[in-house]
């Protein structure tokens, strides 16, 4: 792979918490190696506040976080896409869209922190949970050696970040 920057694609059915998270993440880790996206298959159309705020305790920028359809990935002029990654079970179970371009996909299939009921504080360290097992993941990610692997062997690299806890 070329050193160009990277669009990486994150994706959840409700595009609220772990993708919102992952592009985040992605974002500052990545800086000027990879661009973070997130979407969903089928948008709750706000970001959960308890993910903002972890993101904004964390320094993260926020700005652009929104809850959005994956159809909006996969039109003319939409950015190029070299990698999609599945957060959720539900999203990578589904049907995706055609992704021109033909990007390497994995699945990181991560808790989801809305679905946890009970105080604030229960719901806030369910985030911070999976805050970090996605900063784990996208470490691991953005530190392989990109330009030294085909595409194969990024593929198994992919499949076992996904699979890593």
């Known amino acids: 792979m070329s050193d160009q920057i990277k669009n990486v694609l994150f994706l959840c059915a409700g595009n609220s918490a772990r993708s919102i998270l992952a592009e985040a993440i992605i974002n500052a880790q990545g800086r000027d190696r990879f661009r973070g996206f997130s979407a969903g298959s089928h948008p709750v159309g706000r970001v959960n506040p308890f993910a903002l705020a972890l993101l904004e305790r964390q320094g993260m920028s926020t700005k652009s976080l929104r809850s959005k359809s994956w159809n909006?990935?996969?039109?003319?002029?939409?950015?190029?896409?070299?990698?999609?990654?599945?957060?959720?079970?539900?999203?990578?179970?589904?049907?995706?869209?055609?992704?021109?371009?033909?990007?390497?996909?994995?699945?990181?299939?991560?808790?989801?922190?809305?679905?946890?009921?009970?105080?604030?504080?229960?719901?806030?360290?369910?985030?911070?949970?999976?805050?970090?097992?996605?900063q784990r993941r996208i470490s691991l990610f953005v530190n392989l050696p990109l330009t030294t692997l085909d595409r194969v062997g990024l593929q198994k690299k992919l499949a076992d970040i996904g699979r890593a806890s």
Not at 74 to 96: K, M, Q, W, Y
Not at 99 to 105: K, N
Not at 108 to 117: K, Q
């Open 72 to 134: 909006e990935f996969a039109v003319p002029g939409a950015p190029h896409l070299d990698f999609v990654f599945t957060v959720c079970d539900n999203a990578a179970g589904e049907v995706c869209p055609i992704w021109p371009g033909q990007p390497i996909s994995a699945h990181w299939g991560v808790e989801d922190p809305a679905a946890i009921e009970g105080s604030d504080e229960d719901k806030q360290k369910a985030f911070f949970h999976a805050f970090n097992f996605l």
